[in-house]
């Protein structure tokens, strides 16, 4: 299942096998919810009770002057309203938390989520629409979850209490009172279909506007380098003025609205004044009912007011929902139910089998591909960009599945193999190092506490590494920043390699891993690169024809097909596409020297 645009799905009426899956999240907290719902009914019941106890209280003390019943009712109103603040509190306090724990839960899933699904489900995901489902979307459920849905409940028991307590008191006054709803439900109709298109617009917006800085950030080099930040200044201003002008139509609209339903309840009280007012001169209505309806009258527009904003918060998480769940629907393309195989240790040999591949539908990358790497052995794979290299490697590492033929390793297809323990055994290292914003010890140890300090500084002397983190202020304790930026392409390299060694893995692959190399390091780096593959059973990707010479076995690949194998040697003499690459690149490097 492929994930749908976020755009796809901005609105989204109340559905119940969405509110289903979403509940299940709060299952392992539902005393808490069962608990925070007892207490915003009992809210409920006690908040309409009070303009009743004012009707009393006026009634049969203030009327009669019985200051000293008066006094003790006034205590009696006191501790109901202490008992409702209490409750209150408390069931705030628990929907607060209740929601909370269930999006811990939710993000958690998400995420682990994310991580187990195919490299291919990135490739049809950009990672900013990603970031959004694990921020912003789960952010407009915990709206919901944390008190939003019980909310809606407890504001429609509410209006529903009103009303009762309102027929109590008096039928005909209660009709006359409720005569201008008709006019309000059509203002908040009109208003949430209003409302609801432009936050539709805005979420666009805002995703357009995120889209842009982050471009602008990846790329602020290449802008300030060419001077083209007036340019782009001018193209932000742009897509910041569109937000702009979305968010002050939704002003345009509260600003309304919110009047709008303030004049229907003044309407709504001033009906009440003028058929109370000559009741309570004739004696058929007392004081006290005509304060309890006018409490009434301003406790039921703030509820039907508030379920308007809440039924549109209710949409917009049903929407986020959806698009969390298009996620959390998305499998592995190739779900496996019988036993895996439990991967230790290479005994004889990693065999492509005529493997064809295509990361598009009609597109072969790979065309019955053919070729075997025993263990021990280094096989070198050469070609012209495009020609199917690295896509090798990404099957090798199970981030795609085959299209037609097998990978057997030891004589086992690789889908038999538990993948999470076959990766364990491989250390890749590529040519755009991945550095993440934590000290260089972690960026070593990624987390693997077996691999103390000591060991990890024995491989770092080994490679080479040791002696540039050795001067760094913090030296392995260091921390990185985002992506590096401080170190050189060559000491990324060097922690990469470190990297790798420290697992001692039973497969290496080297993918374009000494193509950027930095001069100043590139001896340094020829030496880890050889240490790194002496003994190993190792797969090296490379434009650098130096570090290939002596492979036991290099395949040519063009196009998506194997069109020569053999020895350094074996292919120079040939005279072929491999000969023709090595002098194209042996001209260019002499002829640099010349110069």
């Keep these: 299942m492929v994930a749908t645009p976020q755009e796809e799905v901005d609105y989204k009426e109340f559905d119940l096998n969405i509110f289903k899956k979403l509940f299940s999240f709060v299952k392992p907290f539902i005393h808490i919810f069962y608990l925070a719902l007892f207490l915003m009914l009992l809210t409920t019941i006690l908040g309409p009770i009070r303009p009743y106890l004012t009707k009393i209280a006026i009634d049969k003390y203030i009327m009669t002057s019985d200051s000293r019943g008066l006094l003790i009712f006034v205590g009696l109103i006191f501790l109901v309203l202490l008992l409702h603040s209490t409750i209150q509190f408390l069931a705030n306090y628990l929907m607060k938390r209740l929601g909370q724990n269930a999006i811990y839960q939710l ?115 290449t802008i300030k380098i060419f001077g083209c930040e007036k340019f782009f200044n001018k193209k932000f201003e742009g897509v910041n003025k569109e937000n702009l002008n979305l968010w002050i139509k939704t002003i345009n609209y509260y600003s309304i609205f919110f009047p709008t339903v303030e004049f229907i309840s003044s309407v709504s009280l001033a009906i009440i004044i003028w058929f109370t007012a000559n009741n309570i001169l004739s004696g058929l209505m007392t004081i006290g009912t005509f304060f309890a ?210 697992r001692n893995p039973e497969i290496l692959i080297l993918d374009e891993a000494t193509s950027n190399i930095d001069p100043i390091l590139e001896k340094t780096i020829e030496q880890a690169t050889s240490k790194l593959l002496d003994g190993r059973t190792s797969i090296v990707i490379a434009h650098r024809f130096s570090t290939i010479q002596q492979a036991n076995k290099i395949i040519v690949l063009h196009k998506g097909e194997i069109r020569e194998t053999g020895t350094h040697n074996d292919l120079m003499k040939r005279n072929g596409i491999y000969a023709r690459l090595y002098r194209i690149q042996f001209e260019d490097k002499f002829s640099g020297f010349l110069a």
Excluded at 321 to 347: A, G, M, Y
Excluded at 411 to 440: A, C
């Design 293 to 502: 309806f006018i409490q009434y009258a301003e406790m039921f527009y703030r509820p039907v007011r508030d379920l308007t904003e809440k039924f549109t918060n209710l949409q917009n998480a049903m929407a986020s929902s959806e698009r969390i769940f298009q996620v959390l629907d998305t499998q592995p393309s190739k779900v496996k139910t019988h036993s895996l195989v439990v991967f230790n240790k290479l005994n004889d040999k990693i065999e492509f089998r005529n493997v064809s591949f295509g990361y598009n539908y009609g597109e072969k990358v790979l065309k019955n591909v053919s070729f075997e790497v025993r263990k021990g052995e280094t096989l070198a794979i050469v070609g012209h960009t495009g020609a199917g290299k690295t896509t090798i490697v990404n099957l090798l590492c199970g981030f795609y599945d085959v299209e037609d033929g097998e990978i057997l390793i030891d004589g086992i297809s690789l889908t038999k193999y538990d993948i999470s323990s076959l990766r364990k055994k491989i250390s890749y290292v590529s040519q755009d190092v991945n550095l993440f914003s934590r000290s260089i010890l972690e960026n070593i140890s990624l987390g693997d506490e077996s691999l103390d300090l000591d060991y990890i500084i024995q491989a770092a002397k080994e490679i080479g590494s040791f002696e540039f983190i050795d001067k760094l202020p913090e030296k392995f304790e260091t921390n990185v920043l985002e992506k590096g930026i401080t170190l050189s392409a060559g000491q990324k390299q060097l922690i990469a390699f470190t990297r790798a060694i420290v």
């Design 107 to 221: 993000r958690m899933k998400v995420f682990n989520h994310i991580q187990n699904l195919n490299i291919s489900f990135f490739d049809r995901n950009p990672v900013g629409r990603l970031v959004t489902r694990v921020t912003n979307d789960i952010e407009t459920i915990s709206e919901l979850l944390s008190g939003g849905f019980i909310l809606i409940i407890t504001d429609l028991v509410l209006v529903v209490s009103i009303i009762v307590f309102m027929f109590f008191l008096n039928v005909k006054l209660t009709l006359m009172a409720l005569s201008v709803l008709p006019v309000l439900f059509f203002v908040t109709i009109i208003f949430r279909n209003k409302v609801r298109v432009i936050f539709r617009e805005i979420r666009k917006s805002v995703a357009r506007l995120n889209s842009f800085i982050n471009e602008f950030l990846a790329g602020v080099f």
